[in-house]
């Protein structure tokens, strides 16, 4: 059974970090790309940022650009999300994908697999 397994959510400050991690397990996503997508509650999931297979591209969604760094640890079967310079409106449950593709993605229909989710709330 694959599953992806999200840790590091939490309640943090204004101008605070958490890191995010997301362990997969099943099946082996070396040869995908695996992203991070948010749900603020009462809005539509969307997309935060993306790895590719090779972990050479990375992808970001503009409001998270030059705060959020993704990357990821084949051998471990992992991906991280690290979150810096948090602000309230970074507030929601954030949730682990793996793209079929190898290349980065940025669209929900383009993820096989998603985790349960982490919660992450910034206090200001």
């Not at 694959?2 to 970090?17: D, F, K, P, R």
């Not at 190898?102 to 993820?111: A, K, L, M």
Request: glycine share 10%; hydrophobic share 35%.
């Amino acid at each position: 059974q694959v599953q992806l397994v999200e840790s590091g959510g939490g309640l943090v400050q204004a101008g605070g970090s958490l890191r995010l991690s997301c362990a997969a397990s099943g099946r082996t996503f070396s040869s995908n790309a695996m992203g991070w997508f948010r749900q603020a509650p009462g809005e539509e999931r969307t997309f935060v940022a993306s790895v590719e297979w090779n972990a050479i591209a990375t992808y970001y969604a503009d409001s998270v650009k030059g705060r959020f760094t993704i990357s990821r640890d084949n051998a471990k079967n992992t991906v991280y999300l690290q979150m810096n310079s948090l602000k309230p409106e970074d507030t929601a449950v954030y949730y682990c994908a793996a793209s079929r593709r190898d290349r980065g993605f940025s669209r929900e229909y383009e993820s096989d697999y998603w985790g349960q989710g982490t919660h992450v709330t910034v206090s200001s």
